[in-house]
């Protein structure tokens, strides 16, 4: 029994003594030139691929949580600012011609670049 209290003790004080370099440790207030920011990714999450969208009204749907801004371009034509609710980013789109639609869309934070998303092409009847 002394052998296993005399073992805890003993590890005890060197968890003491890591727990006290630890504490002197003082985080840094550069970032590192290594480190890399979070990527910034943009995603036309609807329509989707496959899906068919009717002529009249259809809200796209941009993902972009890092981004203060996005925009929409259809068909290559002007970007259009979309509205940003419940944590997307949205664009009221009215298609009045069927056929093949391509949606482009870009999100930046008020800093940086513009970040493109892949062209989506949907389907509209």
Partial sequence: MKKSVSVVAKL???RSGLIGRLKGLQ???KASPKTSPAP???NVD???PSDKVSKGHYAVRVHAPWANEAQVSLNGTSW???RSD???F???WHPERSGIQKIYARARN???AWTKAETRECEVE
């Fill in 90 to 92: 949205w664009y009221d």
């Fill in 80 to 82: 259009s600012a979309c």
């Fill in 27 to 29: 985080p840094s207030s």
């Fill in 12 to 14: 005890g004080g060197a």
């Fill in 86 to 88: 419940v944590g997307f």
């Fill in 46 to 48: 609807y329509p989707r």
């Fill in 40 to 42: 910034q990714w943009v």
């Fill in 110 to 112: 008020g800093a940086g």
